[in-house]
């Protein structure tokens, strides 16, 4: 344990209501939040957490009735991934009151400083670190069954880029809202559903160009669902850097 280092802990502190924290240590850091916060943009409730690695901006504004605890520590990163622990994203353990009693275990050997109490801090350190990945197994499960589910929508969706699917159709046929839908399109998938058609039909002309370089620009246009020629031309310069001209002509050399 030699790689884990501890720098400070805080255990139930009470905040000011209305203070937006926006700070950048070179330390790993884990907050247990009980009561109401703005966590990296995010509406956040009691119970949730959020692990921020060293050199991550730390983000989050108090609310009503806001309390923390935490603890700032050194560790290596891979122990994140060997854990499979999400980082810089708000977390809701089944076992918070596990973490929080290892917290104040923390802060005790911290104020008592007994013989041996660093190696006794490291060694509380990691035992908080496999209770976080306990404690988010589930919530693992289920993000499973959600990208699965994404996964299927972002299939159908892109399976006619002629003929779009109705989005708001495949929505309410997944069961989800619309905010739900964009904001885990976008954390899945990096992407918004119309940059992926985007970037999906000028996929396709590549393809349809590669394999017919004599085809008529305009076919090509409309076999891709593009409408606008002259719109199609200059995202696709954009996207690539040449044209589908400049394209055709490589095709065929």
Partial sequence: M???????VGYNVHELKGLHFQWTLSQHAFF???????????AVDSGACILYPGGTPHNYI?????????????????????????T????????????????????NEDAE???????????LILRLLVAISRGTEQEKEANVDVLNKMTSLRAIYLSDLVNVPDIDGLIHDFGLSRTQFYRLYSHFFH?????ELIWARLE?????????PDKKMYEVASACGFN??????????????YTPKDYAKAAKG
């Fill in 2 to 8: 030699k790689d884990i280092g501890f720098v400070n």
């Fill in 62 to 86: 108090t609310l009503n009735g806001f309390i923390n605890s935490y603890i700032g520590f050194y560790a290596p990163e891979d122990i994140f991934q060997e854990l499979a622990i999400g």
């Fill in 191 to 195: 992407a918004s559903p119309k940059d």
């Fill in 204 to 212: 396709r002309a590549r393809e349809l160009i590669r394999s017919d």
């Fill in 228 to 241: 606008d020629i002259p719109n199609f031309f200059r995202i696709f310069k954009r996207r690539y850097g």
């Fill in 32 to 42: 247990y939040f009980q009561g109401p916060a703005i966590v990296n943009g995010e």
């Fill in 113 to 123: 400083r007994r013989r041996g109490y660093d190696k006794a801090i490291n060694s």
């Fill in 88 to 107: 810089n994203r708000i977390l809701y353990p089944d076992n918070c009151m596990e973490i929080n009693h290892i917290l104040l275990d923390i802060l």
